[in-house]
């Protein structure tokens, strides 16, 4: 009897697919959970594996902006057997380090409430297809809600290499914020001792030395009647400071609801870590990226004289 044919991994009818209209503007992963009888994370492992396609496009981004009359599609067949990074792109990698940009809603490393497809566990994927042996270290970490630049060490002597003299070795980390309000100062300096509740809010203690010493800058980049957008850098780096500095001088970041914002002129955080500089751990050379302005961040002042 002649053997049959050799048959793709693809069947010779693949399931239909599913797919869904959009009717307003929306991010693509609120979108999904709205449409799809699914769970978040479920929903996040569909767009890692390169399943969710707009108009003729993967799209593994949870953030891209749908816009009225594009169609969603949801294929049963992984667009390759090689898993793509969601929510954040490498900016660099060397022996040492791995620099991305982070996408908004992203977990840096795991929490107690999730525990799957955050920055780390992608990165240490990625790494552990040429070696299974490899790792990742955590440097610092970025919000879920912000998004931007950061980085993660290849190596445990990076890493600490890099903790020990974070103050000695990062030459400018700055940030841009939209926040509520216009702010009136062109320029100003936050200094406050930082503590947090038993419910993990921090807050700006009323007493000097009562706490973490917070210390940071910002320029106004531009004003309207409503927000304002700013430039910030960090002196120091602690847990949500700048947040709570924004909330301190009346001008809380747009859709941080948790630190006094009321407004919701975006579908994000108006959070967005801009620029990272440092020497490098090994060669002591100088390394900058600059992830610019979300666009998104410009569209509350669109219309304004």
Avoid: C
Wanted: hydrophobic residues 35%; proline residues 5%.
């Amino acid at each position: 009897m002649p053997k049959k044919p050799f048959s793709s991994t693809k069947p010779k009818t693949s399931l239909p697919d599913r797919k869904y209209q959009v009717g307003e503007e929306a991010e693509l992963l609120s979108f999904l959970i709205t449409h799809l009888n699914q769970g978040r994370n479920s929903i996040k492992s569909l767009l890692a594996r390169g399943q969710v396609f707009v108009g003729e496009r993967a799209e593994t981004k949870y953030n891209y902006m749908l816009k009225p009359g594009q169609l969603v599609s949801i294929r049963k067949e992984r667009l390759t057997e090689t898993v793509p990074l969601a929510g954040l792109v490498i900016l660099h990698e060397d022996d040492d380090i791995i620099v991305v940009n982070k996408d908004s809603g992203l977990l840096s490393i795991a929490s107690d409430k999730e525990t799957d497809l955050t920055a780390y566990r992608q990165l240490t994927a990625h790494v552990r297809v040429n070696d299974p042996k490899s790792r990742i270290f955590v440097v610092h970490r970025l919000d879920r809600d912000t998004s931007g630049v950061m980085m993660f060490a290849k190596s445990e002597a990076a890493q600490q290499k890099l903790q020990t003299n974070w103050q000695e070795i990062v030459k400018e980390r700055s940030y841009v914020a939209l926040v509520e309000g216009t702010v009136k100062k062109t320029e100003g300096t936050i200094k406050s001792w930082l503590k947090e509740t038993s419910t993990l809010r921090m807050y700006s203690s009323e007493r000097p030395n009562d706490g973490q010493l917070a210390v940071t800058h910002y320029k106004l980049l531009q004003a309207g009647r409503q927000f304002s957008l700013l430039e910030v850098h960090l002196e120091t780096g602690r847990k949500n400071q700048i947040r709570v500095h924004m909330q301190d001088i009346g001008h809380p970041v747009v859709g941080d609801k948790k630190y006094g914002s009321k407004a919701k002129p975006i579908p994000r955080l108006g959070l967005h870590a801009r620029v990272l500089s440092f020497e490098h751990p090994s060669s002591g050379k100088l390394m900058r990226f600059d992830t610019g302005i979300p666009k998104l961040f410009y569209s509350p002042f669109k219309g304004e004289k």
